[in-house]
């Protein structure tokens, strides 16, 4: 039983930590080299990896959709520590709006504009910084989603994600707010419950063993009178 508890806390957990990492925003240092609009089959289970930004999307089958072609800075910690190199990374272009993640994204075109603008080459480059979510798979043909660019001056520059630092701790704090709510309705409320049922299974265990008592009693007293 234990090891099932302690299975299913794992799963539990990985399940979050997948969410959280898909949908969290992420920064990557970037150099853009082009942006294009293709046309996407909507027709299969990677429909979970677009974007639903209205509800006519959700019943078509394929739509245009622009990308974002770039040279993206190599990191190692989920993007904390810079590496030497790089290597490609293409951005699909959607609006999330209302739906979720809740990005409330609406401004694609303008987006487009912004990386049309800073596209550069190797020999002069034009750095910036990609706020995204999601996952690239090439498999799958799955693409981050990006929510906003911004240029910077060169692929250097320390990102620090306030949000996702203030999210975790507004979640600590949450979840420590929640338990100690759960531990005094407990104390105050549960415990005294139990403390109660338990009171009254006693007296009742304590009332069945008397009343069987008596009956012993009765029952010896008959076989005292048939061994006379």
Same mark, same amino acid.
């Given at each position: 039983?234990?090891?099932i508890k302690?299975? !299913?806390?794992v &799963? *539990?957990?990985?399940?979050?930590g %997948? @969410?959280?990492h898909?949908?969290l925003?992420?920064?990557d240092i970037?150099r ?25 999307s ?6 245009d959709?622009? !990308?974002?072609? &770039? *040279?993206?800075q190599?990191?190692? %910690? @989920?993007g904390?520590?810079?590496?030497e ?7 699909r ?20 504009t ?8 190797a020999?002069?480059p ?14 799958i ?7 906003a660019i911004?240029?910077v ?5 320390t990102?620090?994600?306030w ?18 709510m759960?531990?005094?309705f407990?104390?105050?409320s ?12 006693d ?5 069945v063993s008397?009343?069987?008592g008596?009956?012993?009693r009765w029952?010896?007293?008959?076989r005292e009178?048939?061994?006379?």
């Amino acid at each position: 039983m234990r090891r099932i508890k302690i299975a !299913f806390r794992v &799963t *539990v957990f990985v399940i979050v930590g %997948l @969410l959280l990492h898909y949908t969290l925003p992420q920064h990557d240092i970037v150099r853009v080299v082009n942006t294009y609009q293709e046309r996407q089959d909507l027709n299969d289970w990677t429909r979970i990896f677009w974007a639903r930004p209205d509800d006519q999307s959700a019943a078509l089958i394929n739509r245009d959709v622009q !990308f974002i072609q &770039t *040279v993206k800075q190599r990191t190692m %910690l @989920l993007g904390f520590i810079p590496r030497e190199g790089t290597e490609v990374m293409v951005y699909r272009n959607e609006d999330t709006g209302w739906s979720w993640p809740f990005y409330f994204k609406f401004d694609t075109a303008n987006l487009q504009t912004e990386a049309d603008d800073l596209v550069s080459t190797a020999d002069d480059p034009k750095w910036a910084v990609m706020t995204h979510y999601g996952w690239r798979n090439e498999y799958i043909s799955a693409f981050p989603n990006a929510v906003a660019i911004r240029p910077v001056e060169g692929p250097d520059v320390t990102i620090i994600p306030w949000f996702n630092i203030f999210f975790f701790i507004f979640v600590i704090v949450a979840i420590l707010f929640l338990r100690a709510m759960w531990r005094q309705f407990r104390e105050r409320s549960v415990d005294p419950l139990l403390d109660a049922a338990g009171h009254q299974i006693d007296e009742v265990q304590a009332e069945v063993s008397e009343r069987k008592g008596r009956i012993s009693r009765w029952l010896d007293t008959w076989r005292e009178k048939d061994k006379r």
